[in-house]
């Protein structure tokens, strides 16, 4: 699976940003995704993840209320829509893939990885 992720920018504290993660190679429906990120001096974190079809999700606590994932197999692409963004969002975001559809918080259960798409947020 090869993986584009896409939508990150330059955003004051308080808006909203939708970044896209557009897949192709292999068959979309196959993996779950998950969304990680990496901000500046620090290690990469689990965002939200889900699953193959799109009927389970999951966030991490900084996330959950703010961060929506979703996904939509007919475009082979999953999206994370943030809100209510603040400086503590600042990083660079990643999706990822995995073959296996039990969720896992660690980076390195996933299989497949986009270049990742940076997010800067100013207070």
Do not use: H
Not at 70 to 86: A, E, F, I, P
């Amino acid at each position: 699976v090869q993986l584009q992720a896409s939508g990150g920018g330059l955003v004051q504290a308080g808006d909203s940003l939708r970044l896209s993660c557009a897949a192709s190679g292999r068959t979309f429906s196959s993996v779950a995704v998950a969304w990680f990120r990496q901000a500046p001096g620090k290690e990469r974190e689990f965002v939200a993840w889900i699953d193959r079809s799109g009927t389970s999700t999951a966030n991490s606590a900084s996330a959950k209320g703010r961060f929506t994932i979703s996904r939509d197999n007919t475009k082979n692409t999953v999206y994370l829509q943030m809100n209510s963004l603040n400086a503590e969002d600042t990083a660079v975001y990643y999706c990822a893939a995995a073959l296996t559809e039990t969720i896992d918080f660690s980076s390195s259960a996933y299989d497949y990885w986009g270049q990742g798409t940076l997010v800067t947020v100013s207070s």
